[in-house]
């Protein structure tokens, strides 16, 4: 299961695309808007300027958004982050979209996964802003750890020895 699926339809405007999107694993080196080599005679207009200049804000969001599910993640996310990129009217790619992949499956006990299920939620909800798929698999951590607890009481509930009823005479 993937969080931080911050796609291009999100709460935020995307820009119009000049190209269609394309989606590649992070890198350390893809960590910044890729630069190609200006051309020292294009000029650009005002129109294509504005445009970069909400793809780098939406770049910087969608950045800090898969950061904030990797930190949060405690150690299940199982990939770094990938991006989705639209390449702007100067040739640079910026980060439009991404992901990131937390592993989602149960502990071998319920105390564990109630823990797994409590950091898979925390890690869905890191960002500042969770996403629609970010808030929806917080809600399954949540059913996860509802039915853990259910399992802990099942097991407490037969493991209890019948109590057989008593009168306090002395009350």
Same mark, same amino acid.
């Given at each position: 299961? +993937? /969080?931080? *699926? #911050?796609?291009? +339809?999100?709460?935020? %405007?995307?820009?119009a695309r000049s &190209?269609?999107?394309?989606?590649?694993?992070?890198?350390p080196a893809a960590d910044k808007p890729t630069t190609a080599a200006p051309s020292s005679t294009t000029q650009l207009s005002s129109e294509a300027l504005a445009l970069i200049d909400q793809l780098k804000a939406r770049d910087l969001e969608v950045r800090q958004h898969e950061l904030a599910h990797i930190a949060a993640s405690g150690g299940l996310a199982t990939s770094g982050a990938t991006y989705t990129y639209q390449r702007g009217p100067n040739g640079v790619s910026y980060a /439009?979209?991404?992901?990131?992949? /937390?592993?989602?499956?149960?502990g071998a006990t319920p105390e564990e996964t109630i823990e797994r299920a409590r950091t898979i939620? *925390?890690? @869905? #909800?890191?960002?500042?802003?969770?996403?629609?798929?970010?808030? %929806?698999?917080?809600?399954?951590?949540?059913?996860? &750890?509802?039915? %853990?607890?259910?399992? #802990? @009481?099942?097991? *407490?509930?037969?493991?209890?020895?019948?109590a057989s009823p008593t009168l306090d005479l002395y009350a």
């Amino acid at each position: 299961m +993937s /969080i931080g *699926a #911050l796609s291009p +339809s999100s709460n935020t %405007a995307t820009p119009a695309r000049s &190209e269609p999107p394309v989606q590649v694993p992070s890198s350390p080196a893809a960590d910044k808007p890729t630069t190609a080599a200006p051309s020292s005679t294009t000029q650009l207009s005002s129109e294509a300027l504005a445009l970069i200049d909400q793809l780098k804000a939406r770049d910087l969001e969608v950045r800090q958004h898969e950061l904030a599910h990797i930190a949060a993640s405690g150690g299940l996310a199982t990939s770094g982050a990938t991006y989705t990129y639209q390449r702007g009217p100067n040739g640079v790619s910026y980060a /439009i979209g991404g992901e990131v992949n /937390i592993d989602t499956s149960p502990g071998a006990t319920p105390e564990e996964t109630i823990e797994r299920a409590r950091t898979i939620r *925390a890690a @869905a #909800l890191a960002p500042a802003d969770p996403s629609g798929p970010d808030r %929806a698999v917080a809600a399954q951590a949540q059913q996860m &750890e509802v039915q %853990a607890r259910a399992e #802990l @009481a099942q097991r *407490a509930y037969q493991d209890e020895p019948a109590a057989s009823p008593t009168l306090d005479l002395y009350a």
